[in-house]
T-cell receptor, first 110, second 113 residues
Framework: RKEVEQDPGPFNVPEGATVAFNCTYS??????FFWYRQDCRKEPKLLMS???SGNEDGRFTAQLNRASQYISLLIRDSKLSDSATYLC???????????FGRGTSLIVHP | GAVVSQHPSWVICKSGTSVKIECRSL??????MFWYRQFPKQSLMLMAT?????????EQGVEKDKFLINHASLTLSTLTVTSAHPEDSSFYIC?????????FGPGTRLTVL
C-alpha cells in the first residue's frame, strides 16, 4: 500500500460547483497533514494545513479523520482559477519529511 | 513565508554531461534541505535529505554517486546530476525543512537529450 493515496481524477466541474477530494494515508502515527496546490510546470504551494478539529479558509475546508486515516478537502463555489492539481501531504512519523500523494487534478469550466 | 530560490530554472543538456542545481534559502538558515524529483503526471518523490556540514541521506533506489549533494552552508545546498541520461529528465525541487509550513524552491526542469 502506498504511503499516501489520492484519486488522480481529473475532476471536471462547472464554475460554482462544490467539489471534494479525499486522501488516505497508511501510517497511523503520522502527525502533520497538508494540502498543496500545484499549477502546471510550477512548484507546489501550500494551500492549507489540516488540523484534527478541521479548519476552514474561505471557500476551502479541510478535515482529518484519524480513525479512518483519511484527509479531505472541500472547495465551495469553484472558480476557474481553482483549476490545478491538489496534493495531499503527510509528514512521516516523528519528522518533518513530507510524503506526497500523486495529486488530484481539478478542472473548473465555465 | 520563507523565500527559496533555485538556479537554473531550466536546463537542456546532452547525455553524459553533469548538471549542477543550486538551492538557496534567502531569508533564513536551512540546516536541512529536502530534494525531490517529479516526473510528468507523477507525485513528488523524495530523493535525499541534505544536512549542513554532513553527508546527505539518500532514499532507497537513489544512487548517491549519481546524484551528488553538497550542503556546505546554511543558505546553499546543491544537487549535481552526474553523467545525465534522458531518463534523468525531470523536475527537481528543493525544500528546506520547516516547522509548521513547507516552502518549495521554484524548481529546475532538466531535459537530457
Amino acid at each position: 500500500r502506498k504511503e499516501v493515496e489520492q484519486d488522480p481524477g481529473p475532476f471536471n466541474v462547472p464554475e460554482g460547483a462544490t467539489v471534494a477530494f479525499n486522501c488516505t494515508y497508511s501510517n497511523s502515527a503520522s502527525q502533520s497533514f497538508f494540502w498543496y496546490r500545484q499549477d502546471c510546470r510550477k512548484e507546489p504551494k501550500l494551500l492549507m494545513s489540516v488540523y484534527s478539529s478541521g479548519n476552514e479558509d474561505g471557500r476551502f475546508t479541510a478535515q482529518l479523520n484519524r480513525a479512518s486515516q483519511y484527509i479531505s478537502l472541500l472547495i465551495r463555489d469553484s472558480k476557474l482559477s481553482d483549476s490545478a492539481t491538489y496534493l495531499c501531504v503527510v509528514n512521516r512519523e516523528g519528522s518533518y519529511i513530507p510524503t506526497f500523494g500523486r495529486g488530484t487534478s481539478l478542472i473548473v469550466h465555465p | 513565508g520563507a523565500v527559496v530560490s533555485q538556479h537554473p530554472s531550466w536546463v537542456i543538456c546532452k547525455s553524459g554531461t553533469s548538471v549542477k542545481i543550486e538551492c538557496r534559502s534567502l531569508d533564513f538558515q536551512a540546516t536541512t534541505m529536502f530534494w525531490y524529483r517529479q516526473f510528468p503526471k507523477q507525485s513528488l518523490m523524495l530523493m535525499a535529505t541534505s544536512n549542513e556540514g554532513s553527508k546527505a541521506t539518500y532514499e532507497q533506489g537513489v544512487e548517491k554517486d549519481k546524484f551528488l549533494i553538497n550542503h556546505a552552508s546554511l543558505t546553499l545546498s546543491t544537487l549535481t546530476v552526474t553523467s545525465a541520461h534522458p531518463e534523468d529528465s525531470s523536475f527537481y525541487i528543493c525544500m528546506p525543512e520547516g516547522q509548521n509550513e513547507q516552502f518549495f524552491g521554484p524548481g529546475t526542469r532538466l531535459t537530457v537529450l
